[in-house]
């Protein structure tokens, strides 16, 4: 990964081409009522005409597991809503800052 973590398949991860690393997004299924949070840390998707990619997790969350793709809505939201509606404890959601995890990155190279 961009990042520099590797892919969990089972963490509501995602990829989106411009948003920070660390942001979070809420993503809404709209053939459904469903949404998930998810936290950006990967580059693309680089097909045309989309926007996001969903780890395993948040495409099962979503009812979309098999589609390939799908209409939803991106909204981004705050570490503290994130805490507050991800499926697992908030202690394991963390905001690391953009500049951060690019110095991270380049220490890293």
Do not use: C, W
């Amino acid at each position: 990964m961009v990042s520099g973590e590797s892919y969990d398949m089972h963490a509501f991860t995602a990829a989106h081409q411009t948003l920070p690393f660390g942001t979070f997004g809420r993503v809404s299924n709209l053939s459904e009522t469903r949404s998930v949070i998810v936290r950006i840390n990967d580059r693309g998707p680089f097909v045309k005409d989309r926007v996001i990619d969903l780890s395993y997790a948040a495409e099962t969350q979503l009812r979309l597991q098999g589609a390939g793709s799908a209409q939803v809505k991106l909204e981004r939201v705050t570490a503290d809503e994130a805490r507050k509606e991800m499926p697992f404890p908030a202690r394991e959601v963390v905001s690391v800052p953009h500049e951060t995890q690019t110095k991270r990155n380049k220490q890293r190279a």
